[in-house]
């Protein structure tokens, strides 16, 4: 029988060590391509091994993929179909403005939100017949799911040209062409 392992006053120490990992290879991502960051430079940026990069995120593709952004929060539920999509718009270029020179440069940044997510939201604006007529409840996913994307954003509100606010009011006028 094993004795369960509890790391007690370790934890903070790695928890830190990972924290100077990721902020290191935030940074590195953001001043470069990902593609041209390794291992070793996280390593070296961070103060560790390449051991403990390894260790803590078993490969440059871990490392990589803990910058990506967390699944978004759903947001509160609106019952408006159309305020609904202003929030999820909203949150979403929220989020995206966090650090958009880091997104940037990672490869093919996934969008956080869930695909469920969109597709509800679709469902309840077909649901209120607020689509227009001849949109397909695919259709709407897909707009919703592109006004939501990085690219998108990015395109918008590119070295500052607009506040995120303003984008995701940008992007609720682009909705118009799937609204009633």
Known sequence: MTRPYRLGRRQPAIDRTSRAILEAARDLVAEQPAA?????????RAGVSRIT???RFASRAGVLG???PPKTV??????????ALRVFLHAAT????ANPALYRHLPAVQDPT???EVRGLAERLAASDAL???CSLREAEDVIAALSSFVMFDRLHRDGRRPASA???VLMRLASGILA
């Not at 041209?36 to 070296?44: E, F, G, H, K, L």
């Not at 609106?78 to 305020?83: I, L, M, R």
């Open 167 to 169: 984008v995701a009011d």
């Open 132 to 134: 227009r007529p001849g």
């Open 66 to 68: 803990a910058l990506v």
């Open 53 to 55: 990069v390894y260790n």
């Open 74 to 83: 759903p947001a509160p539920r609106v019952e408006d179909p159309y305020d």
């Open 36 to 44: 041209a960051v390794s291992v070793a430079s996280i390593a070296r």
């Open 94 to 97: 929220a989020g995206w403005s």
């Open 114 to 116: 869930q695909p469920d």
